[in-house]
């Protein structure tokens, strides 16, 4: 039990007064003066000995209720603080006569919370061993205090963590130089080790040793310029960490002045700006690739504000209008107005009615006007626009690119009179090959006829007999080419009449028309299954006719000719070596010989006009047949070629279409 009479603060008053009473008096003045908690205690009890009556206004604690403790410290210390109180104990059992020593811990209050306390105490008797037998202590109430300290590092991990998330640091440096002082903000920007608490500051050599040579000067005469005019500054460089990373900064710096004017120290914050930078400049390449782009395709981009009527023109569209654009162009505005300026009245009425349908009706539109440019010139330009619209399909924007195509309207209508003249030409053709058909057939047919009869009924001499023969030949030869040709300029036209047509028949109605040539070579013909195909029955069956006819011409002369035809259906693989659309199915029709065959080098040149691997006197002919087989396979939208080798036959590889348009 703690005494609260005079007896019970003999250990106070002794130590104050001697052996003077007036311990009440003491107490009195105590509990007036001292803002702190002060009590005595008994270390050979280990239990309170004395308390101020401060205890009741720190803690809520009548004295009364105290009296009634009787056990130790247990009663006054927060529970999760009493074993660090019983260490702390221990200490001051070492302590000398002068000695003091202080610790934090929490004691209850009367409400049911509790409160920080700095206690600080000293031997204050000792028994007759030397042993304390009483200790003095004084505990301050740092709750406060605390509150605050634990807030201001709150705040100090606050901003370092947005330092760290944003990537930049704060800095500040005294009036007369030296040290630049750092937060750890600025430590990790430049990559070097964070220091701790006892450490913050930087040399401006150590710092500018991060600069690049090429920025230093510029840096350090801005410091000096703001120095010395007691002003901030702005300036963006270029940095090399410690572990070698460049690093685009941007530092800006303020000026803080003392009431009197002078100048007290620059602070300042210093950002890592290299993605940004490195942004702007990716936005800077694309720009000047746009930039080229038009200039090269002579053509603008504009973007029209429906609700504000604004809009807004590109560089290449001023270039279009023969302007410049504006100097330090930067998206210029320009108004209807001057726009319709460039047009004919006419031209500005049909536009504006159409213009009105487009934005209620369209999403997207393709354009063409006529502009008087500012040169006097007349342009054609042909626009291509899309409506963005809102959730109520109302127009809101309207983007688009307009592209200078007078050039490539005159080449146009310079193609249109060439086709003109190309169609033209191709009557006049058309007239020749009438008149190689029948005008110029006609004395051949003479000539033939009359030769024949007098061979046969005329008293000619032997010589003349072979001069004669070789005028009939020759003349036989120019109606086979004359025909030729003929079919050759049939093939040429574009191509018409196109129907679902079964190949198959088509392979039979050929056999019937060579059935002679096949019978006196003893040819034999094996044929799979053909197809269906979208293709001109005529000229189909004539490639089949040649191909076959070259087969049974070109054959060995110990061996009776034999021809195989197969088909199938490409696959995707294949079609995509050939470069064939990947939306169209194709068959391959595959016509193999046993013939005399060819060198591969020729394989093109056998099908070209006139061109002939043997003399006629081997083999007769025109060197038109291939030509025809080729000429039929484009107008099919297919392909044709050849493979062989001399003395192991050919094989003609045709690939059409299965579905064709006339």
Known sequence: MINTDNNGYSDVTELFFGNVAGGELLQQKINDLVPSLIYIYDANKKRLSYVNKRITDILGFELEEVNTWDDDLSALVFKEDKDIVKNELEKYLSLKDNETHSYNSRLNHKKGNWRYFRTTGSVLRRNESGTPASFLFVAEDITNSLESEAEIKAWKELVNETEELLQFGTWSQNAYGGKLRWSDGMYRLFGRPTPGET??????????????????????????????????????????????????????????MSPEGDLVKLIGTTGDVTEQVNAYLELYRYKQITLEREKFLECGSWEFDVPDGKLTWSEG??????????????????????????????????????????????TKYVHEDTITAADGKLKRLETFGKIIRDTDNAALKVIGISKDVTQLKEYERELEKRMEELERSNKDLEEFAYIASHDLQEPLRKITTFGRRINLEGEISDENKVYLKRMISSAESMRVLINNLLEFSRVTHKPSGFENTNLNKLLEEVKIELELEIAETGAIIRAGNLPWLDAIPLQIKQLFSNIIHNAIKFRKADQNPEISIASYLMPEQEKEGY????????????????????????????????QRLHGKSEYPGTGVGLAICRKITDNHNGLLSATSKPGEGSTFEIILPVTNKN
């Open 199 to 256: 450490k913050s500051a930087i040399t401006p050599d150590e710092y500018f040793e991060h600069v690049s040579e090429i920025d230093v000067d510029a840096l350090k005469k801005k410091i000096l310029n703001s120095f010395e005019n007691k002003m901030g500054f702005e300036h963006t460089y270029t940095i090399t960490t410690t572990a070698g990373q460049e690093k685009v900064v941007s530092t800006k710096g303020k000026a803080i």
């Open 317 to 362: 569209m001023y270039r279009i209008f023969g302007y410049e654009p504006p100097e330090q162009y930067a998206g210029g505005s320009v108004n209807w107005n001057f726009v319709n300026s460039h047009q004919s009245p006419a031209d500005v009425e049909r536009n504006m009615q159409e213009w009105k349908k487009i934005l209620m009706e369209k």
């Open 579 to 610: 470069s064939l659309k990947k939306d169209i199915d194709y068959h391959k029709i595959i016509i193999s010989d046993n013939g005399i065959g060819f060198e591969q080098e020729y394989a093109d040149k056998i099908f070209k006009i006139f």
